[in-house]
Each structure stands twice: as C-alpha cells, then as structure tokens.
C-alpha cells in the first residue's frame, strides 16, 4: 500500500479535523506534496508504510504544542524561534524573520500546516546541502565518503556558528 500527497492530506486532514488544540485550515496540498518529497526514498512519488510511519513520528513530536506557550492555538515568532531550535535547526535572525515573513499571516502569526511546512522544508534544504557538500568534498579528494561527511558535519558547524554570530 502507498500513499499519494492526495491521499495524504485526506488522512491528514482527518486527523487534526479532530484537534482542538492546534489551529489549522487542514494541510494544503503543497505541504503534502513537500511531505511526500521529503520521505518518499524509493522516488516513486508516493509513501511506503515505513515512510509513512516515518513522517507520522516526525509530524507526532511535539515541537508546536510544547512551544505555544500561551496556548493560542498558533504560534508568535518567538515560539516558533524556540521551535525550531528544538527541532535542530540553528538559524540566524535574518533567517526567522524571513521564515515568520513566509509562513505567518498577518499578524505573525503561524498555524500548524505553516509550521510544518516550513520545518519539512528546512529539514529538506539541509539534506540538500550536506549532501552536494559532501559529495564536493569528495570529489575533490577529501578521501573517501565517509571523510567527506565529517568534513562537511564540520563546515555545517563552523557554519552555523558564523550565522549565529557565535
């Protein structure tokens, strides 16, 4: 059995339906679609069981409830600024300005779908960049992959550092 980004928002959108603590409009199809892209490890375009299962955990963990800390239903930037920090992604303030200016309505303001979103998304472009890191590091005779992957672990970290202004 696999499931489509359509289906996938069916189910989706079913469950949180039910949720009183969370303020969302549903999933949007494009959420869905990231989602999709983002587990999908055969390329087929659809979620395997254990893909699914994968995605359900990462959706199931807590990083939104725990940090709307006036259970609002929705996020202010600083909560999502402590949200994402709990979910490992070490950004900048020009970066959560840019992200709360992208994914928050007017009021700054950030819904679950949005939040997802924007996590899958981070969580997609960081794969991205470790892996092309890696791989140049590679290719230009780092040693073997699993050197390259240290050295990039490295430069992510160096990296970071440099945009927190640590």
């Given at each position: 059995?696999?499931?489509?980004?359509?289906?996938?928002?069916?189910?989706?959108?079913?469950?949180?339906?039910?949720?009183?603590?969370?303020?969302?409009?549903?999933?949007?199809?494009?959420?869905?679609?990231?989602?999709?892209?983002?587990?999908?490890?055969?390329?087929?375009?659809?979620?395997?069981?254990?893909?699914?299962?994968?995605?359900?955990?990462?959706?199931?963990?807590?990083?939104?409830?725990?940090?709307?800390?006036?259970?609002?239903?929705?996020?202010?930037?600083?909560?999502?600024?402590?949200?994402?920090?709990?979910?490992?992604?070490?950004?900048?303030?020009?970066?959560?300005?840019?992200?709360?200016?992208?994914?928050?309505?007017?009021?700054?303001?950030?819904?679950?779908?949005?939040?997802?979103?924007?996590?899958?998304?981070?969580?997609?472009?960081?794969?991205?960049?470790?892996q092309i890191s890696a791989n140049r590091l590679q290719?230009?005779?780092?040693?073997?992959?699993?050197?390259?992957?240290?050295?990039?672990?490295?430069?992510?970290?160096?990296?970071?550092?440099?945009?927190?202004?640590?």
């Open positions: 059995m696999e499931i489509s980004a359509t289906e996938l928002q069916t189910i989706f959108n079913k469950i949180v339906a039910k949720r009183t603590d969370i303020k969302t409009d549903g999933f949007s199809m494009e959420t869905c679609r990231v989602m999709v892209n983002l587990m999908d490890e055969s390329g087929n375009g659809k979620l395997g069981l254990s893909e699914f299962a994968t995605l359900w955990k990462k959706i199931q963990k807590e990083f939104y409830k725990k940090n709307d800390m006036d259970g609002s239903g929705c996020m202010s930037t600083p909560e999502m600024r402590m949200a994402l920090k709990e979910a490992g992604f070490s950004l900048n303030d020009c970066i959560h300005q840019i992200l709360a200016a992208r994914y928050g309505d007017a009021d700054m303001k950030i819904d679950f779908d949005n939040f997802v979103s924007c996590v899958m998304r981070l969580e997609m472009m960081f794969r991205i960049v470790a290719a230009e005779g780092v040693g073997s992959f699993e050197q390259a992957l240290h050295f990039q672990n490295q430069i992510l970290s160096l990296r970071r550092s440099v945009l927190e202004g640590g």
